[in-house]
């Protein structure tokens, strides 16, 4: 058996859904030296940078546009990054407004035929909800719909088979038996994941986050998020003194005495309702919308869900 999911519904969307993967034959290149046949795929974010590294093995030339420790939201690309990103063979984004600063770009290339994948519209997704996390729904509006696929690992483990496929269209190779291999180790992490959390007790699994990216993990982890400090699904919010007002009697009605930050955004304002709560509330930093640096333990999609699910216990044990 596969370990893995792959729904109807996704393959068909892959196949068929306009304006959302355009598959191109990659540029002629010479017969002489089968180097120059390795396809270059530039991906938009570290996270999906790491699953397409791991599908292609040295079979292929990956750039990632967005550094390390960058926020995905309001990042820009150089012209040099959008120059490789209309010259790629392929172009794999996450969507779902995730990249605002990449969106016309991507738009761009699409039109122009390019070839490019965004993979969260295909992964499922859920909503946000008042509470700060997703709710289940059906249809294919995705207005609205929560970005932060990712921060579930079975989603993670879907979208290698999503890129493998992608890759097969571009150009014939390994790709589906490496997808099925790394999907299966990200997986095993999901599962030590399930049981790192099981050492806390069910009224211990209350979040704060800073803004509202753990919706996924939330659900899959059985986690409720009870409040978050910028409001929406991106980190360009700006909170007013009412809505921190409401967080901080949240927290104390919950006895919630931990938020917890992101690597990838100033925290700034978590320190702020930190500070109104007293010393006994601490912020902790997740890896959320970039991997770590090397040494960090979450330079890796299966670090970083293995280092979170370490620094949630820790918090919150």
């Known amino acids: 058996m596969r370990a893995y999911r792959r729904s109807g519904r996704t393959f068909r969307r892959l196949a068929v859904t306009a304006g959302l993967v355009v598959l191109v034959a990659s540029a002629c290149s ?40 960058a926020d995905p939201h309001d990042y820009a690309p150089s012209s040099q990054q959008v120059a490789s990103m209309q010259e790629a063979d392929l172009v794999v984004a996450n969507g779902l407004g995730l990249e605002e600063g990449l969106e016309d770009v991507l738009s761009a290339i699409g039109e122009d035929g390019g070839a490019v994948i965004e993979l969260a519209p295909q992964l499922d997704p859920q909503p946000f909800s008042g509470d700060g996390h997703a709710d289940d729904h059906e249809g294919e509006d995705h207005d609205g719909d929560d970005p932060h696929v990712w921060m579930d690992p079975v989603r993670v483990a879907d979208a290698a088979m999503l890129v493998a496929e992608a890759l097969e269209a571009v150009t014939p190779g390994a790709w589906i038996e490496r997808a099925e291999t790394y999907a299966s180790e990200v997986l095993a992490a999901h599962e030590g994941a399930v049981e790192t959390f099981g050492t806390l007790a069910p009224d211990a699994r209350k979040l704060v986050t800073s803004h509202d990216a753990l919706g996924y993990f939330a659900d899959r982890y059985g986690f409720t998020i009870v409040g978050v400090v910028i409001p929406g699904g991106s980190t360009l919010a700006d909170p007013s003194s009412a809505e921190i007002a409401e967080l901080v009697e949240t927290m104390e009605r919950e006895s919630v005495t931990t938020i917890f930050g992101e690597t990838s955004s100033s925290s700034t304002l978590a320190e702020v309702v930190a500070a109104e709560l007293g010393e006994e509330v601490s912020v902790v930093e997740l890896y959320t919308g970039s991997l770590g640096e090397p040494g960090s333990g979450a330079d890796t999609v299966i670090g970083m869900i293995e280092k979170n699910a370490r620094l949630i216990v820790y918090a919150l044990g």
Request: proline residues 8%; aromatic residues 2%.
């Open 30 to 69: 010479s017969a002489d030296d089968p180097s120059d046949d390795a396809p270059t795929i530039v991906v938009t974010t570290g996270v999906w940078g790491d699953v397409v590294s791991n599908v292609v093995g040295d079979d292929a030339t990956v750039e990632v546009v967005i550094p390390i420790g």
